[in-house]
């Protein structure tokens, strides 16, 4: 029997032993994460491993609800201690969920407390984490530092003045890159109630008027090189799916100065017009060399009555069904044909649209990078052993795994970072089974490159960090 997540953890070959101290030390570099600049701005300091644990975390949250607590230990009035201790219960109980794996290894790096966490050891792993984290080596920054991480890419509102993001470059004293991520869900949103606010924020950001889709287009225009100024080097996009119904000029400007007329639009006009959005900005991306990343698949705030109460990121999503190759290879042709499509990363919530995801890039691969079009790894749900090695299986198999740009966090906890180490345990033992079962040869020159450039140096060069 193995010890309980010791040194060899996930690592069941040799090979995999020896090809994970070639990821071990490789720095960090996260591209799409939710945590706040501002945060990291005024470095600050957590009150108890609550905040820093449960403060934001609907994966935790909804594995409490399974396990019958009371919402008010999850989001509601309990102490810090007492959602502690139903969250010790809950994990417990939490055998095959990475979840377990997560918080343990937070214990162990951050804390270094080796103990599984349990009722019994709660009120011990409650002490000593707090008294760590009441030290300033336990700061916003000093974990980014001492989790060696280079690079990170927040999640930004094209509406967002950046204030935080310069203040941090501004400040030389800390030496991790902090960029902004172009994020236009809202601008996109047209079927939302709060749209036209929206557009009032985007206005005053951009200070330009915004009574047309031409002058959205601008308004946006201004912002991405607003963006670009201050470093940023990556779009994202939340996606029901990726559509793809073209329409004219007009009829765009008419659903949209429908929609100023406070007349919602129906369900195919909103695509029409997401579509027109998405090919605006996919051409201006491949003009400032931005990558694009997809994220699509989620079925969004499913029960109704606790999305009025708590609202939205609360652990109330789902994955959904149905997204359409057809549309997603639409769009991606409409860009290609013109010489317009962008570094693109693809990532579907649903694990079903992994060889669908493998098939469909390598139509779409050529001589303007290396894996110009990436499948993108293991998203929210998926995030997990089997779905991390269902991924990488599936690009391995339809495509070249070697030049997969790695791991992110897609977290709002400063402690997350860990997940690259299990990302990277998971790839390293997975590569060392197919060397050690003959089906490929033990060229560890090879192999130990691949696995270093896996973790870090393709992520690196395919950004242009």
Request: aromatic letters at 12%.
């Amino acid at each position: 029997m193995k010890k309980f997540m010791d040194k060899d953890f996930l690592l069941s070959t040799d090979t995999a032993k020896k090809l994970y101290a070639a990821a071990e030390k490789m720095p960090i570099i996260d591209y799409h994460c939710h945590i706040s600049p501002k945060e990291i701005a005024e470095d600050k300091q957590f009150r108890n491993i609550t905040e820093v644990w449960l403060g934001g975390d609907h994966y935790k949250w909804r594995q409490m609800r399974s396990n019958g607590i009371d919402e008010k230990y999850i989001t509601g009035d309990a102490s810090d201690y007492e959602k502690f201790e139903k969250w010790t219960e809950t994990l417990q109980k939490a055998i095959g969920n990475p979840l377990y794996h997560w918080s343990h290894l937070e214990l162990q790096r951050y804390f270094g407390f080796d103990k599984p966490l349990t009722p019994e050891t709660c009120k011990e792993a409650w002490e000593v984490c707090n008294k760590k984290l009441n030290t300033p080596e336990m700061s916003a920054r000093n974990i980014i530092r001492m989790s060696n991480v280079d690079t990170i890419c927040t999640t930004d509102d094209p509406a967002d003045t950046l204030e935080w993001h310069k203040m941090i470059k501004a400040d030389k004293s800390f030496e991790v890159k902090v960029l902004p991520a172009w994020r236009p869900d809202k601008a996109m949103n047209l079927e939302k109630p709060t749209y036209k606010d929206y557009l009032a924020s985007l206005e005053k950001a951009s200070g330009m008027k915004i009574n047309s889709f031409k002058e959205l287009c601008a308004a946006l225009k201004n912002r991405m090189a607003f963006f670009k100024e201050n470093g940023c080097l990556v779009s994202d996009h939340g996606l029901e799916y990726v559509m793809y119904q073209p329409a004219s000029e007009d009829e765009i400007e008419k659903i949209f100065a429908a929609r100023m007329a406070d007349k919602l639009p129906t369900r195919e006009e909103e695509i029409k017009f997401k579509t027109a959005c998405m090919l605006f900005l996919g051409r201006e991306y491949a003009k400032l060399g931005w990558v694009m990343q997809l994220h699509y698949g989620a079925l969004r705030d499913n029960n109704k009555r606790m999305f009025e109460k708590l609202g939205p990121d609360t652990g109330y999503d789902s994955i959904n069904t149905g997204a359409s190759a057809a549309e997603l290879v639409g769009f991606l042709n409409a860009l290609e044909y013109t010489g317009e499509l962008p570094k693109t990363i693809l990532y579907s919530l649903n694990p079903c649209d992994n060889a669908a995801i493998g098939t469909i890039m390598g139509c779409f691969q050529n001589s303007d990078a290396i894996g110009k079009i990436q499948h993108g790894s293991a998203w929210w749900f998926n995030d997990n052993k089997v779905g991390m090695q269902e991924q990488m299986t599936t690009l391995a198999n339809l495509g070249l795994l070697s030049n997969f740009v790695g791991m992110l966090t897609d977290s709002r906890s400063f402690l997350s970072y860990t997940r690259h180490e299990y990302f990277r345990r998971i790839l390293c033992d997975l590569v060392g089974k197919w060397v050690e079962d003959g089906e490929y040869p033990a060229d560890f020159k090879f192999l130990e490159e691949m696995i270093r450039n896996v973790s870090y140096n393709n992520c690196k060069r395919y950004f242009g960090f």
